[in-house]
């Protein structure tokens, strides 16, 4: 990958840009690790790829550099200078939308195909990724960075402690793998945490037949006691869906009630949110 442009510290430097904590930002500025990211996003010459949160630009260097069209999302009036020089070095392959993300209809911008690879501001990513699920065939590809607390529970499997209602979702609509790793000393200011490269492949249709709103409920209910049995922590949801109890939701979709939460698979999952379908 070339890079015509000055080093991204120098950047920084000219531009008296520090990342806002308020903005969850922590710059990554080592190109290697762009790079990395950037090559884990497949191959960027075709369709679509859409960044979030691409502050002075590091990753969207790399992106560029690997011949990708770039649509940016970005929030921080402060960056306008430094992507405007970036678009620049690039001519027609970089359009930077200034904007929230969360407002935004990700899954509506450029065309197919489409991906996603973004370093995500670590107070909103879970939130973005739930809304993109909503219209998850609509992405080839999601190539996200986490704090490795949520991509631990992105790719957990049932039994284990991180296994919960963002796995249980994200694993019914979506193949989920972890890539690589990164520590805190990789970012301008460091964070407290590892950071995690995770990268989903949305499937054709969802894994099992149900609704998302209805796996919303189910694994709340469940969940929101997980150290109670099932019996117990679903028991309000039975009687709210015509159930004598919680034993008797369970009951009829064949799960033990005396099993708690995190021991269910998505597939089971998903026959409780059939059982409650409105």
Known sequence: MNDPLP????????????????LGQHFLLDLNLTSKIARAGGDLSKGTT????PGPGGLTRALLAGGANV?????????????AELAAAYPGKLDV??????????????????????????????ELLI????????????TLMFQSEVGDRLVASPGSKTYGRLSVLVQWLCDVRPLFRIGPQA???????????VQLSPLAKPRFPAEKADIERATAAAFGQRRKMLRQSLKTLALDNGFKDGAGL???????????AESLSVEQFCALARAIAK
């Open 71 to 83: 649509i940016a999302v970005e929030r921080d009036q402060r960056c306008r200078p430094i992507l």
């Open 50 to 53: 859409i960044e979030i949160g």
């Open 97 to 126: 939308l200034w904007g929230d993300a969360l407002t935004l209809g990700a899954h509506e911008l450029g065309d197919s195909p489409r991906r996603i690879v973004a370093n995500l501001p670590y107070n909103i990513g879970t």
């Open 131 to 142: 809304g993109w699920l909503d219209h998850a065939a609509a992405f080839q590809s999601m």
């Open 250 to 260: 369970c009951e009829s979709v064949g799960i033990n009630p005396e099993d708690r």
């Open 187 to 197: 970012f301008t200011p460091p964070p407290q945490v590892e950071s995690t490269v």
């Open 7 to 22: 080093p991204l510290r120098d950047v920084l430097a000219r531009h008296d840009l520090r990342a806002d904590k308020k």
